[in-house]
């Protein structure tokens, strides 16, 4: 078993040019995962100097290590959004992701990016049969929005998914899978191509007004934007509003086209499951099976755990348990942290006193991180500010900032997550 990240093996990493001289543009990026690559690829195309600094290599946080699902759900799906925020504001908060969503299908098609882009319907799953409300909550609606998708009663999921085990799906199109950390390496090399200044092996260690301080040199721009995700509380900044959660990823050895077939008899998928801490499954490139999920202990344990045999054996439980025919074996495991705000909507917005710095962070989902690197650009470019209120770092959250303080950050995070999804 290879405890180490799946999409890795597919390129050779080595952290290249790091900063060793004083450089100055119109914007300096701290972060090379995707947040921060978007934002570069809109403010270049326009024009600006961009100066990206990244601790480690592009890709290496949450942004290269996830499961490539490319779909506008993430961690919120669209009847929670209808029955918090009302059917105008849950559409147009709607159709921001689905802007990301989009903004990454236009990047790879008119770049011929090579990252194992595959066009996979979303198939959304009740694992147990109290679990029903929860499908057909999102089948209705999708179509009270006016958004495609058909909805499968237990009977019917077998034509589509091979197993009888679940009670209720809802699929719908115009979603696909890739392989993140492809996308953003060579997003990298496309933004370098464009006159971008990227800096790898480079962690900020100090922060003024304009400017970024490393270990060897400085960079001064006109704006800032910090794309950090987890890591901008270790900076010093937005340490009450950011969290973060584990999840993990096993990829089986090669799969027959007859066992593709047990999963999947008409065609491949994006499949999550509806408990709090889903299960989710795709087929990726090399006919591998790709499976997701934690537990309730390490999604909110606040390390990163090292050995994850066990974890490789549950997902291979978990999907053996729905096809018992398969003969499965994991390959790879991998662990994942990733930023989240309490209430999983993302945090973006500019820093009060210093009105050209901004902050990019618990975009649960590559699409939210897509399209808030956009909309970020596009504030410093053209004074956009339709969302701020919305994905406000200065919001009200359900626990205090004194609370948290008292129960500590994990368990803060526990309770909000609960009552965001179970209250």
């Given at each position: 078993?290879?405890?180490?990240?799946y999409w890795y093996s597919k390129k050779n990493i080595t952290p290249q040019n790091p900063l060793?001289?004083?450089q100055s543009a119109d914007v300096a990026i701290v972060g090379g995962g995707l947040a921060g690559l978007t934002a570069a690829q809109i403010l270049s195309e326009a024009g600006k100097s961009v100066v990206i600094l990244e601790q480690a290599f592009c890709g290496a946080g949450a942004s290269g290590k996830n499961s490539g699902f490319i779909t506008p759900d993430s961690e919120i799906p669209l009847r929670e959004l209808i029955e918090t925020k009302g059917d105008a504001e849950a559409r147009r908060v709607w159709e921001f992701v689905?802007?990301?969503?989009?903004?990454?299908?236009?990047?790879?098609?008119?770049?011929?990016?090579?990252?194992?882009?595959q066009v996979q319907d979303s198939l959304y799953i009740a694992k147990k049969?109290?679990?029903?409300?929860?499908?057909?909550?999102?089948y209705e609606a999708r179509n009270k929005l006016g958004y495609k998708s058909k909805l499968y009663k237990k009977n019917e999921i077998p034509k589509v998914l091979g197993t009888d085990t679940y009670y209720e799906a809802v699929r719908y199109p115009d979603t696909f899978g890739m392989n993140p950390f492809m996308y953003c390496q060579n997003l990298k090399r496309i933004l370098e191509s464009r006159q971008v200044k990227i800096f790898e092996n480079t962690p900020v260690t100090h922060i003024a007004p304009n400017e970024l301080r490393t270990e060897k040199a400085a960079v001064r721009a006109k704006h800032i934007i910090f794309c950090g995700d987890r890591f901008i509380p270790q900076l010093g900044k937005l340490n009450y509003?950011?969290?973060?959660?584990?999840?993990?990823?096993?990829?089986?050895k090669t799969l027959s086209?007859?066992?593709?077939?047990?999963?999947?008899?008409?065609?491949?998928?994006l499949v999550w499951d509806s408990d709090l801490i889903y299960h989710y499954f795709r087929i990726i490139e090399g006919n591998r099976l790709l499976v997701g999920g934690s537990n309730m202990f390490y999604t909110y344990l606040p390390m990163e755990k090292k050995n994850n045999d066990d974890i490789a054996r549950s997902h291979r439980d978990y999907i053996v348990k729905r096809f018992p025919k398969l003969d499965l074996q994991m390959e790879y495991v991998w662990p994942g942290m990733l930023g989240v705000s309490q209430d999983f909507l993302p945090i973006c917005g500019s820093d009060p006193a210093v009105p050209n710095t901004f902050y990019i962070g618990a975009a649960s989902g590559m699409p939210w991180a897509a399209a808030l690197g956009r909309y970020t650009a596009e504030k410093i470019l053209s004074g956009r500010d339709d969302?701020?209120?919305e994905f406000s770092p200065y919001r009200h959250f359900t626990i205090h900032p004194w609370l948290q303080k008292i129960m500590g950050k994990p368990a803060a995070f526990a309770i909000a997550h609960g009552i965001k999804k179970l209250l």
């Open positions: 078993m290879f405890q180490s990240v060793s001289s004083d689905v802007g990301g969503v989009h903004h990454l299908r236009t990047t790879i098609e008119d770049n011929s990016i090579d990252c194992d882009y049969k109290r679990h029903i409300p929860l499908i057909h909550g999102e509003q950011i969290y973060q959660a584990q999840t993990f990823l096993s990829v089986s086209e007859e066992q593709i077939h047990m999963i999947f008899p008409e065609e491949n998928m969302f701020d209120a």
